[in-house]
C-alpha cells in the first residue's frame, strides 16, 4: 500500500519560514519523480516544485528564490524548505510521487495546511 504522509504545515507570519516534509511507502522511492503542490481556496491545484529521481529541480515562478525542494532517498522523504512566506503562499499544500513505467502512475498524500498571516 502506497502511502505519502506529509508534515509541518503550519501558522507563520509574513516573512517566516516553515519546512514541509513527505515521508513515503509502498513505493520504490528513488525512482520516483516527486512533487510538491498547493491548492488555495476557490483555486485549482497548482504545482510548486519539482524534483526528479536525477535531482533536477524546477520551480513555479511565484516560489522561485524562495522554495527549496530536495529529497533524501535514505529516508524516502522530500522536503520543501519554504522562507520569505507570504500571505498568498497559504494552500493546502500536497505531495506527489510520480513515474512513468508502462504507464504513468501518480500517487497523493492527505495535503497539510499552510496559514501565512499578514
Known amino acids: 500500500q502506497v502511502q505519502l504522509v506529509e508534515s509541518g504545515g503550519g501558522l507563520v507570519q509574513a516573512g517566516g519560514s516553515l519546512r514541509l516534509s513527505c515521508a513515503a511507502s509502498?513505493?520504490?522511492?528513488?525512482?520516483?519523480?516527486m512533487a510538491w503542490y498547493r491548492q488555495a481556496p476557490g483555486r485549482q491545484r497548482e504545482l510548486v516544485a519539482t524534483?526528479?529521481?536525477?535531482?533536477?529541480?524546477n520551480y513555479a515562478d511565484s516560489v522561485k528564490g524562495r522554495f527549496t525542494i530536495s529529497r533524501d532517498n535514505a529516508k524516502k522523504t522530500v522536503y520543501l524548505q519554504m522562507n520569505s512566506l507570504k500571505p498568498e503562499d497559504t494552500a493546502v499544500y500536497y505531495c506527489n510521487a510520480n513515474i512513468n513505467d508502462l504507464a504513468h502512475i501518480t500517487y497523493w498524500g492527505q495535503g497539510t495546511q499552510v496559514t501565512v498571516s499578514s
Open positions: 524534483i526528479t529521481s536525477t535531482i533536477s529541480t
Open positions: 509502498g513505493i520504490t522511492f528513488s525512482r520516483y519523480g
